[in-house]
């Protein structure tokens, strides 16, 4: 859409993040997703992820979500102002709580499983493992700890506050995330380094009705070049 054609509005929020990091993971998404696809993203915030994926790929429909009123009505501005038909309007979705029926090609959680109860990852991981097609893929970005250990002072200090802000929060381990997955049927793809020491997290659900099996990954390695920001 032309720059004048733009309206900004007060509940537009802003996240620099976002900006910085969406073009990275929509280059990830990219490379894991059909160019058809149906996708439920959770914690969608401010609702700039949405609309840049969305955007790019005219053939997902794009279904955001969060659960507070701020980010619901950041993400409706940014759709109405600047969205393509294929953004819906964004749902109230609490991962813990009931979740839309019907089968999704992609659900799409970004830092949302280290700024949350663990709780809300065993839900989506368990909601991921029953509402997923076979071969569907559930999606995380964060930091996360690789075997126990921090991968960058920058984390060990993130994660510290990130608990002092709320205990129950921090940067999770991904083994401990992984073996959650496969008792739901998740088996991890790939691993992808991201800008500031991120990750990108691709999980398929394995095929039909093989729930229960798949904790073990064929390969839990880092994959492809650092993508840089
Ligand atoms: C750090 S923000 C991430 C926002 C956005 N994905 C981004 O990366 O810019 C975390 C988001 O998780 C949402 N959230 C927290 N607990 C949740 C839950 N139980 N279910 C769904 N969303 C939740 C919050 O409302 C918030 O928008």
Redesign the pocket.
Known sequence: MASSDFTASPAMRH?P??VRNRQPILEVLQAVLPEQAEVLE?????G??ALHCATAMPGWRWQP????DE?LASIEAWRSACGPGNLASPIR????REWPSGKLDAIV????VH??PWQ?TE?LMARAGETLIANGVLYL?GPYRRHGQHTSASNATFDADLQRRDPRWGVRDLDRVLELAGRHGLVLERVVEMPANNLSVVLRRHGSNAVGNASSCDDDGIHGPTMSA
């Open positions: 996240s993040a976002a959770l914690a969608s915030g401010s700039e992820h979500s969060d659960l507070d980010s979705l609490d991962a813990t959680a970004i830092n949302l700024i949350s809300v839900a970005y």
